[in-house]
């Protein structure tokens, strides 16, 4: 059996489902009213990813700290996969999403050199009110190196896994 420990990190502006997405993957729930109180911590899960391969993520979100803007070196230091996260009812929150991606390939690199595993999740997809487009969030996930972008809805439980498996893919395939 081979175990891996993957430290992921999860950035993006703030109040675009972040913690309730790490929530949802990590314990299976969505609550409205949730709010992590601390500030930057990780969860855990632990999964069996095939008959040879034990995973244990180390799922880290920033909440709270996304006023800095600049995230210190330490969350950044030996992670292996990013989630950049936006909100689709908020087209900042989408602008934002360069400066995650430049910010992350500034401060970390796989131990080859190579940049980190990172996927784009539009989140909130569930909502009428949706103001950025398929289209532009596809040239923009091609332009900015992600490996890959997907439409989530961590309210109604959309995609969140799937996210998450596409990416730990990707980390295992580039290991
Ligand atoms: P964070 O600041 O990025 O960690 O965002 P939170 O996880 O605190 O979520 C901000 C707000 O968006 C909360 O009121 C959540 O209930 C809400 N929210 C999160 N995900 C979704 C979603 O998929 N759909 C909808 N409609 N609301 C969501």
Redesign the pocket.
């Known amino acids: 059996m081979n175990e891996h420990l993957l430290k992921i990190l999860i950035v993006?502006?703030?109040?675009?489902?972040?913690?309730?997405?790490v929530h949802r993957y990590v314990n299976g729930q969505f609550n409205?009213a949730?709010?992590?109180t601390m500030g930057v911590d990780y969860s855990v899960k632990l999964l069996l990813w095939s008959d040879k391969d034990k995973v244990t993520l180390q799922i880290w979100?920033i909440?709270g700290q996304e006023r800095f803007i600049s995230m210190n070196r330490i969350y950044y230091k030996g992670a292996l996969g990013c989630v950049v996260?936006f909100d689709v009812t908020n087209s900042a929150s989408f602008l934002s999403c360069r400066h995650w991606k430049q910010d992350l390939d500034n401060k970390a690199t796989l131990p080859d050199g190579n940049s980190i595993p990172c996927i784009l999740l539009a989140?909130?997809c569930?909502?009428a009110q949706r103001v950025v487009s398929g289209d532009s969030i596809d040239r923009f996930s091609k332009a900015n190196g992600f490996v890959s972008w997907m439409e989530?809805?961590?309210?109604?439980n959309k995609n969140v896994g799937e996210a998450m498996r596409v990416l730990v893919q990707e980390i295992l395939t580039v290991q």
């Open positions: 993006g502006d703030g109040n675009v489902g972040k913690s309730s997405f409205q949730y709010k992590m979100d909440a996260m989140n909130k569930d909502l989530v809805s961590v309210k109604e």
